[in-house]
């Protein structure tokens, strides 16, 4: 993924994605329902797009509904950049932000290539980044929001700000997804310290900004724990995590292998998720059954 820059940006309509590949392609998806000037617009502003610079192809999917594979492959170029099969580690740490928002950098590292990651005092620690793959997503059937829903990716987090145990922040999935995910035996053994569950609400429609989110979530959390004077309440207990209201998220991946993200504010802040955090087996909002019984609740 190297020389990429991939850009999700609220367009005033919806959300969008822009992605400008190493050979110089360049590509736009819409996700608002009507045709808007402000994406390609605000693209030209910045520099990413000139008559010596055209997009390569400009995709409306707000306004209609399309298949699976267009859906997952729109998605699939913002989850590419941290998602690897069978989950990946992500190393980061903060950096100073050029402005409102924040911004990080961080390294991708396949979780079979590294079973147990070691906690360089350099970053943060590890985070594990899980997903299905767009096979396993389409296998589980459905309209868009359920593709949408099993297409969000869940984070492990190994230490639980300001308590004990750890933190998993599930998305958006399901709990067909979460059956998928942990046939893999052995992530249930890593999963084994978690006391505490961040789960958002079941979709029962959704668009492609939807997804765009769930794409996301892993650097709009990394934002969240990353910004100064932010803290959650530890389990047990509720709490809704939140992730900073941003306009624009965008990602740079060198060659290097170290991805680069900065987040700011727009006119519109629709870049952003949040959900119930709460313990696994909460009374009236339990964690997904699927992941209680691999954890042994």
Wanted: proline content about 9%; aromatic content about 6%.
């Amino acid at each position: 993924m190297a020389g990429v820059r991939v850009i999700v940006f609220d367009g005033g309509r919806g959300l969008s994605l822009y992605v400008r590949l190493p050979g110089g392609q360049r590509l736009l998806a819409d996700a608002a329902a009507t045709a808007s000037a402000e994406p390609l617009a605000m693209l030209r502003e910045m520099g990413e797009v000139s008559p010596l610079r055209p997009l390569t192809r400009h995709l409306r999917l707000g306004g209609c509904t399309p298949s699976a594979a267009d859906w997952l492959g729109v998605l699939g170029l913002l989850r590419g950049l941290v998602l690897r099969p069978g989950g990946s580690w992500l190393f980061w740490q903060a950096a100073p932000p050029r402005e409102a928002g924040f911004a990080l950098t961080a390294r991708v590292i396949p979780r079979r290539d590294l079973p147990h990651p070691p906690q360089p005092d350099m970053f943060e620690p590890a985070v594990l980044v899980l997903g299905l793959t767009p096979q396993e997503v389409r296998e589980l059937g459905g309209g868009p929001a359920a593709w949408v829903a099993a297409a969000s990716l869940a984070l492990h987090w190994p230490r639980l700000p300001g308590g004990q145990g750890e933190l998993l922040v599930g998305g958006d999935l399901p709990d067909l997804a979460w059956e998928t995910l942990l046939a893999d035996g052995v992530l249930g053994r890593l999963l084994g310290g978690v006391s505490c569950f961040a789960g958002g609400q079941p979709l029962e429609s959704a668009g492609l900004d939807q997804g765009l989110i769930a794409a996301a979530l892993p650097w709009l959390v990394l934002g969240a724990f990353s910004g100064e004077g932010q803290s959650f309440l530890a389990c047990p207990g509720r709490e809704m995590l939140t992730t900073p209201a941003i306009g624009m998220l965008t990602i740079d991946a060198d060659e290097n292998g170290v991805i680069t993200v900065e987040a700011k504010p727009r006119a519109f802040n629709r870049v952003a998720w949040s959900g119930l955090a709460r313990p696994l087996d909460d009374v009236a909002l339990p964690a997904p059954a699927a992941l209680r019984r691999a954890l042994g609740g």
